[in-house]
């Protein structure tokens, strides 16, 4: 049996009000608190929900999440927010490197390291997200993508930085899509990421780091991709934004 956690993650994006929010949290919170979920549970809320969402809910049973934090530590940086910051409102987990965010937002590999020395030094689990776009896939560089996004932001770390790492491999051209990639697919390049770290930390360590996948992943498809030996659960954008539909994914490990 494996000894790594299964983690379904929400990542909320740019959606929901505040009330919506806590609405969508609270239904949740009640749900699984009658039905006690067989993995970890995270949802990614906005900044500014993640206060009042981590104070309504059971934050042992549900993990709370930022979808981003600054590079910096403080200071006079208008508009960001830090990592202390998001670790001071009881939230325990953030989300970073996610495509949007390499491609809207020009986040680096170096910028992305920062991000995550600053996350780990304030107690936050990183859930780094990677993976390759479309004409990447097409030219089957999708390994080489993988891995110079974890060696460019994560391999300095050391052993015991590394594995609090969650990883969450998501195709770019399986987001929001509704183009799911194969649990053949899924489970070749989550083997091929998990041998990586094997290379650079050892089995152990390996063994231990529980990798998502992310891209259209739904209630429908949920079981079929997390039967995976490789595959730890899920990264889910859409269909985190309803309480049934997330359910029916948590539910792919009942
Ligand atoms: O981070 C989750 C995500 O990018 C997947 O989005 O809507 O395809 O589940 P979606």
């Known amino acids: 049996k494996k000894m790594r956690k299964n983690i379904v993650a929400g990542n909320w994006k740019m959606n929901m009000t505040l009330a919506e929010g806590m609405a969508l949290a609270n239904e949740l919170n009640e749900i699984l608190a009658k039905e006690k979920p067989n993995c970890d549970v995270?949802?990614?809320?906005?900044?500014?929900?993640?206060a009042s969402v981590a104070a309504a809910i059971d934050t042992n049973m549900i993990g709370v999440a930022a979808q981003n934090c600054a590079d910096k530590e403080s200071g006079a940086y208008t508009g960001e927010v830090s990592a202390a910051m998001v670790a001071s409102t009881g939230a325990k987990y953030v989300?970073?490197?996610h495509s949007e965010r390499r491609a809207y937002y020009h986040e680096t590999a170096e910028i992305l390291k920062e991000k995550v020395k600053l996350a780990l030094a304030n107690g936050l689990t990183p859930i780094f997200c990677i993976?390759?776009?479309l004409e990447e896939r097409e030219a089957g560089k999708q390994n080489e993508v993988v891995y110079s996004q974890l060696a460019g932001s994560l391999y300095d770390?050391?052993?015991?930085?590394?594995?609090?790492?969650?990883?969450?491999?998501e195709p770019v051209w399986a987001i929001g899509t509704g183009k799911t990639a194969t649990a053949e697919q899924a489970q070749e390049i989550h083997a091929y990421i998990r041998s990586t770290i094997v290379e650079k930390y050892g089995q152990e360590i390996a063994d231990n780091t529980s990798i998502l996948y992310g891209g259209s992943c739904k209630a429908s498809n949920a079981k079929e991709l997390f039967a995976n030996p490789d595959v730890d659960g899920g990264l889910i954008g859409g269909a985190s934004l309803k309480a049934?539909?997330?359910?029916?994914i948590i539910d792919a490990f009942n």
């Open 42 to 50: 995270v949802i990614g809320t906005p900044f500014i929900h993640l």
């Open 95 to 97: 989300i970073l490197g």
């Open 131 to 133: 993976g390759e776009v």
């Open 157 to 169: 770390l050391s052993v015991e930085d590394f594995s609090k790492i969650v990883l969450a491999y």
């Open 244 to 248: 049934a539909d997330f359910k029916g």
